[in-house]
């Protein structure tokens, strides 16, 4: 959603105002004040800053993020976390405010993993910062599932869960230029079949790609939770092929690094949720995941620098696709 800068001034202003007020709820032992507001993001949603200043030191920041309507449920869901929000490596939830769809976060530290990995794979560093790495895969595996633990009810088919992976290919005729229309058929008539399975039915992130994980030092944090319900493994997709797809971009991100960061990622999942998938269902799924990555990288209008990294992308997700399609009998 794309505001407009009118509606953008009138926004900034009532929330500044709002969480003015209610720092004192916050934070009842402190004196704070806001000092800045920054416009962190508008593409697909508002992300607003707030710095928080005591005695003319920044203690604090606050981030505000406009949803989708009806998140108002997974919102309290989650803040109910709050409790166990260094394991679920989530940033404190501080507050919703139904009347903006908004929810108030914390701030946590860090820089997103996709820029760590590039330094972290970097000969010249060796190899000390493996053992970090290999340290975040875990703890990401554990709040994950963790996340999916605290947020499950019941199984849901998974043709009623409105899942954008399937919806969105579904129709795309991008995608359905691109495959051709036989593979395009067999692929619908392979969603038609696991549309009637059951799955877990649990809050998802839904990007738990490394461009929404924080780290620093042994921290780290996810951001960009979207407040949804969905299947529970579009999260273990979006981990594990967001790390895939580093390992194509980056020269020295090593097969065997990246096959270990799975394996703990999965290990440490497995302890707390389940992940009961055959082989074939897998491979789908990983299939139906690359094909709404593609459609992601179609729409977005890039800039040069981001058209040549996204067009690596494209030829691995690509060449992902046509060898799932052929184990899987497809084409
Ligand atoms: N709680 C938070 N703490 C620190 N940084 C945050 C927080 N929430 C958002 N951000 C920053 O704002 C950026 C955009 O927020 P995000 O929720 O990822 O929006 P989008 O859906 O547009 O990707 C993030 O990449 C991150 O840098
Ligand atoms: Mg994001």
Redesign the pocket.
């Known amino acids: 959603m794309i505001y407009k800068k009118s509606l953008l001034v009138i926004y900034e202003r009532s929330l500044k105002e709002k969480i003015s007020k209610k720092l004192k709820d916050y934070y009842p032992d402190r004196k704070l004040s806001i000092r800045d507001m920054t416009l962190?993001?508008n593409?697909?949603?508002m992300?607003l800053r707030f710095d928080l200043f005591e005695d003319n030191h920044k203690a604090n920041e606050i981030?505000v993020?406009i949803l989708e309507k009806g998140a108002k449920e997974q919102v309290l869901e989650l803040k109910n976390l709050n409790e166990y929000k260094d394991l679920l490596l989530m940033?404190r939830i501080i507050d919703f405010f139904e009347d903006f769809n908004a929810v108030v976060?914390?701030?946590?530290k860090g820089g997103t993993l996709s820029k760590a990995l590039v330094f972290y794979t970097l000969p010249i560093v060796g190899n000390f910062y493996e053992v970090r790495l290999l340290d975040y895969a875990r703890k990401i595996g554990r709040g994950l599932g963790l996340l999916h633990k605290f947020t499950e009810r019941r199984k849901l088919r998974i043709g009623d869960m409105n899942l954008g992976m399937i919806t969105g290919v579904k129709v795309s005729p991008y995608i359905r230029t691109l495959l051709g229309v036989d593979l395009f058929n067999n692929i619908l008539n392979r969603i038609e079949e696991i549309e009637d399975e059951k799955a877990s039915f649990v809050q998802v992130h839904r990007d738990p790609t490394p461009h929404?994980i924080?780290v620093k030092r042994d921290e780290v944090h996810l951001?960009?939770f979207a407040f949804k319900r969905g299947a529970s493994f579009e999260d273990t997709l979006a981990f594990s092929i967001g790390l895939e797809l580093m390992e194509n971009r980056l020269p020295f991100f090593s097969k065997s690094l990246l096959e270990e960061m799975k394996h703990l990622f999965f290990n440490y999942y497995e302890e707390f949720f389940h992940h009961p998938f055959e082989e074939d269902f897998w491979s789908f799924l990983k299939l139906l995941r690359c094909l709404q990555q593609l459609i992601v990288y179609n729409q977005r209008k890039t800039s040069l620098k981001n058209y040549i990294l996204e067009s690596i992308d494209k030829k691995y997700l690509l060449d992902r696709i046509w060898e799932l399609s052929l184990k899987l009998n497809l084409r």
């Open positions: 962190v993001k593409v697909r949603a992300v981030y993020k940033p976060m914390e701030g946590v929404n924080l951001v960009d």
